[in-house]
């Protein structure tokens, strides 16, 4: 019988249908068996039972005017995960598939994520279920307000600090943080993503997209590869795929295939990320226009055939569930060698399962898009000393966070009896500095 059984069971049952949740607390617990072993002191004082448990959940009512002047209802919320090591921190999420359950996995993951990168930050998540696809840029500032109208309640630089996730970009910090001024009447660095005029970090834009590639080219050369010279599919082409491509050109590698939520291009020669920087960030386009300008490739519509094109590396960047068990199978068939999740829990488990038994060099989220959530904390460090750092001292900054992480998953998982599975090793490596700090901090 497994020590951490009853714990699986509590969730299920304490939260029925979250099936992203219960699929994240899983993966996890799993991992976390040798530790319970290890830890008898730590299963007594209850902290895996604590540890998935959020501290706090909000959930609230966000009414806005639309341009036809129809009174429109959404759902918010935040879900204030562990504050072991440090405050709240983690993204809003805009998109019509948020739920309690999405956000409560995403929490989840973070609290571990955040560990991972050695700075003093603890787990936290939130959204709505708004769609900002095709509003005016006047509704998603009426929205955005009125969610902050009852976030800043809950949030502060000491308490919790959000940022963005999909459907949040810097427009929309741009007004969440207006209205917590206004609201407010203090200037703090209570959100990060920020603009650069206003208490935004450099490299933050690219951090999470850079930090991917840095990680896993830590994680390739250990297995004597790397970015040079390698075909690359990166899926979305939203912040996390663009600056992740962009990253893969600068290493030497060629990224040959990336998507939207509708299909997938396909351009052999290299994708032109001048066009997809156009299309995505300035015109929000789809990413079928593509094709327009570059003949040469092709459009397939179904974002998930993505993963029938060859490839090197395979660099999950949209979102949730993207790739199941076929598309695994299709990758390794097709000689893919590594998989680096630049997304929140892009592969399923059967996806996962496979990587590992197939020896495919495998960095999965927590520790492989942590970069994001590292330069967000060095922009709370800059906000708090009133300072700004150049691009090259982020990004050596950023570089080295990556570097450690993985050091760090690595050695875990060896020690643990898991050597080259960076999954259970990053569970491990972030569960054990916020379970000792739960642990010293008493029963809470
Ligand atoms: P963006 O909103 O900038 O881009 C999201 C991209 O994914 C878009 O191309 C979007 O296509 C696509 N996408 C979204 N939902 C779906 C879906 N259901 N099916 C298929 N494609 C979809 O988000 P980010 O780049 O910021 O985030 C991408 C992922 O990375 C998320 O999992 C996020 O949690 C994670 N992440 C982000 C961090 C950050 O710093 N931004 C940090 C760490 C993780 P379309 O435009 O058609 O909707």
């Given amino acids: 019988m497994k020590i951490l059984a009853d714990v699986m069971e509590q969730v299920i049952k304490r939260n029925p249908n979250e099936t992203e949740f219960h699929q994240a607390v899983s993966e996890v617990l799993e991992s976390l068996e040798p530790v319970a072993e290890k830890h008898p002191e730590w299963v007594k004082a209850g902290i895996f039972s604590r540890i998935v448990e959020p501290e706090r959940q909000v959930v609230f009512r966000v009414t806005w005017v639309d341009d036809n002047g129809n009174v429109q209802v959404n759902r918010g919320f935040r879900v204030q995960f ?4 440090g405050p709240y921190k983690g993204g809003l999420r805009l998109h ?9 996995f995403l929490g989840f993951e973070q609290i571990l994520k955040n560990s991972l990168t050695g700075l003093p930050i603890g787990g936290g998540k939130g959204g709505s279920d708004f769609d900002p696809k095709g509003k005016s840029d006047g509704e998603i500032m009426r929205f ?5 109208f009852e ?14 996730d999909i459907g949040v970009g810097g427009r929309e910090i741009g007004y969440l943080f207006g209205m917590y001024k206004k609201i407010r009447n203090e200037f703090t660095g209570v959100l990060t993503g920020k603009g650069l005029d206003w208490g935004g970090s450099l490299a933050r834009t690219e951090a999470t997209g850079y ?11 250990a297995k004597g590869k790397s970015f040079k010279g390698a075909t690359v599919s990166v899926s979305g082409s939203g912040n996390v795929a663009i600056y992740a491509t962009q990253k893969v050109h600068q290493l030497g590698g060629k990224v040959v295939a990336m998507s939207d939520s509708n299909g997938y291009i396909y351009d052999p020669e290299g994708i032109k990320l001048d066009t997809i920087q156009r299309l995505k960030e300035i015109e929000r386009q789809r990413i079928s226009k593509y094709v327009d ?9 179904g974002c998930s055939n993505i993963w029938n094109v060859k490839c090197d590396i395979a660099l999950p960047s949209a979102t949730q569930n993207e790739l199941d068990g076929e598309a695994a199978k299709t990758l390794i068939a097709n000689g893919c060698y590594a998989v680096g999740e630049g997304a929140n829990m892009p592969s399923t488990p059967e996806a996962v399962e496979l990587f590992i038994e197939n020896k495919v060099v495998f960095g999965p989220a927590k520790a492989a898009n942590a970069g994001g959530v590292a330069t967000s904390a060095l922009e709370m460090s800059q906000n708090s000393m009133r300072y700004s750092w150049s691009f090259e001292e982020v990004d050596a900054k950023l570089k080295n966070i990556m570097a450690n992480i993985y050091k760090n998953a690595s050695e875990a998982a060896k020690e643990y ?6 999954v259970a090793g990053a569970n491990i490596a972030g569960f054990l500095k916020v379970a000792s700090a739960m642990y010293s901090q008493g029963i809470l």
């Fill in 293 to 301: 300008f570059h003949p040469n490739a092709t459009y397939t519509e």
């Fill in 96 to 104: 019509p598939s948020v739920n309690i359950g999405i956000i409560k």
């Fill in 82 to 85: 562990n504050s072991a090591i």
């Fill in 211 to 221: 930090g991917l590639c840095y990680f896993m080219e830590e994680a390739l050369n």
């Fill in 144 to 148: 955005c307000q009125n969610f902050m």
């Fill in 151 to 164: 976030l800043s309640r809950h949030i502060g630089e000491n308490t919790d600090v959000p940022a963005g």
């Fill in 417 to 422: 009896g898991q050597e080259d599975n960076l």
